[in-house]
């Protein structure tokens, strides 16, 4: 993933810190040092937040290991300063397994807050003191904030776990489309709740609200457009006047293409046989050198992806997210007919909502 560092993989899963996380960390250690609490105390309060953000890859993994038992591979797990998030490689389609995989993650925080109860008490239980003066000890502390996990990815509220709990409830009743916009309403709802409380108390629900709101505007918007490109072959998007470059082009003569037309990538051939793509990006990069004698081959992308014309379009546009690449080659029996780019499916999507819409075009 783009700005994120790999830590470690665990059961084939890469787990990443992205850049944030580690500007985040140093602010608490440079907050503490500064307000005078030495650097003891402010080593163990960097050491609380890792510990918090470890039971935050568990809880990850926790959705990772159950959507793996219904066939779904989970893509990566990325900490951020405002927790993990697991790329699911997609959706389950069916109500109980989206559930199933939605309450996994809060589950294994009630595993963690059960295992740290049975510690403290065995250790005498909570010091009360310490509570009223810091909230308890490290592992009470730990304890507390495990319970406020589960609560709060309970609310059923997209973009939380909770909110996918609801959805996979409402799906079993009035379908996965209709689910998601009523799931995404209430999660707005609540989102509006906070927002306001916010106002009176604390202006972090303020950012929390706004970060529900957006997340289930997005999950309703995403559903929309997998409902109307599920079942649809990539054909129907793609487009099949395109131009190609030679592996052994000058990069001034892509160049030219580039500037020539509205073409962003270019499929590669050598003797008709497609090689890769030479992305727009590439020829950005490279600035000014474009006009010396670099050849298209020696830049290309070689491993890009290949897409079947019978391949459907949910699973091209998918394929595009996940690789970061606007535009795919076509081929039909091993041989090029056609490219598809995001541009060519947004164009496809106003279409066809259009006709929905009893619009033209």
Request: contains cysteine.
């Amino acid at each position: 993933m783009k700005w994120a560092i790999k830590i470690g993989e665990f059961a084939g899963i890469g787990v990443f810190l992205h850049w944030t996380f580690l500007v985040f960390i140093a602010w608490i250690l440079f907050y503490d040092l500064s307000a005078g609490q030495g650097i003891n105390a402010a080593v163990q309060g960097v050491a609380f937040i890792l510990a918090i953000f470890a039971c935050v890859v568990l809880h990850e993994f926790g959705h990772a290991l159950m959507a793996r038992r219904f066939g779904i591979r989970t893509r990566d797990i990325t900490l951020l300063p405002i927790g993990g998030v697991a790329r699911l490689e997609r959706i389950p389609e069916q109500p109980l397994q989206e559930f199933l995989v939605a309450v996994a993650g809060p589950a294994v925080n009630v595993v963690i807050a059960i295992l740290l109860a049975i510690v403290v008490t065995a250790g005498g239980g909570p010091d009360l003191e310490a509570m009223k003066e810091t909230g308890g000890g490290f592992l009470t502390r730990l304890l507390l904030v495990n319970v406020g996990l589960v609560i709060f990815n309970m609310i059923p509220a997209f973009p939380m776990d909770g909110g996918r709990a609801l959805r996979a409830i409402l799906s079993s009743m009035m379908g996965h489309l209709r689910a998601t916009d009523t799931a995404a309403t209430v999660g707005q709802f609540i989102a509006i709740l906070f927002g306001v409380l916010g106002f009176f108390t604390n202006g972090m629900l303020i950012f929390i609200a706004l970060f529900i709101y957006l997340g289930a505007q997005q999950e309703a918007q995403m559903a929309h457009v997998r409902a109307l490109l599920h079942g649809v072959p990539v054909r129907h998007a793609m487009t099949t006047m395109f131009r190609t470059v030679s592996v052994d082009d000058l990069l001034d003569t892509a160049e030219r293409q580039f500037l020539a037309g509205d073409q962003k990538d270019f499929p590669v051939l050598d003797h008709q046989n497609l090689v890769g793509m030479l992305r727009a990006q590439r020829l950005v990069e490279l600035g000014d050198s474009t006009n010396s004698r670099i050849r298209v081959g020696d830049v290309m992308q070689r491993d890009c992806k290949v897409v079947e014309v019978t391949s459907m379009l949910q699973e091209v546009f998918e394929q595009m997210q996940h690789d970061g690449c606007s535009t795919l080659p076509v081929v039909q029996k091993g041989k090029l007919v056609g490219i598809v780019s995001l541009e060519n499916i947004g164009t496809w999507l106003m279409a066809q909502s259009g006709r929905k819409n009893g619009g033209f075009s």
